[in-house]
């Protein structure tokens, strides 16, 4: 997995943990005590995820969306004419952030950029009609969005077992 450099960055600056509130410090450190900085081991949200190259038979790009984290990224994955852009942490409450994409999270470590990358994001798959995948929502995690009044409708990709 790639990820920014201003997230690498961000979770890995002693000054971020310094100032982090105590709720959130344990995002900067590593979980088993004794508690070390992510310098000598990565943060949870970096864990497993050191920068590399690999090959690829589908096209790819990651793209900035900054705001959930500073360096926050889609990844962009097109093959045989179809297209799907992986969104992580964009979304965290489907119920209430698909109908009113402008909820923000505590999470989020910049809401004022979070908002408007989401909602930009959500009109765009909407629009387009693109395959998305994002993290906190039930299986699949794969779908469509359709755009509704204000909000959006989030439908899910048709699964089926395969033997």
Sequence with gaps: MRFDKRDADFWLSADNLAKAPADAKGSFQAPKPPSTLCRRRPPPALRGRRPRRDPARARHQALAATGHTP????????????????????????????PDPSVTIGFDSDSKLAA????????????????????HIAFPGIGHLR???????????NYSVSR
């Design 71 to 98: 360096g926050h990224s889609f990844y962009v994955i097109e093959s045989k004419g179809q297209k799907m852009v992986v969104w992580g942490d964009l979304m965290h409450v489907a119920a209430v952030q698909f």
């Design 116 to 135: 408007p990358a989401r909602k930009k994001a959500f009109a765009d798959a909407a629009k387009q009609g693109y395959y998305v995948a994002v993290a």
């Design 147 to 157: 755009a509704e009044g204000r909000g959006y409708v989030w439908v899910p990709a």
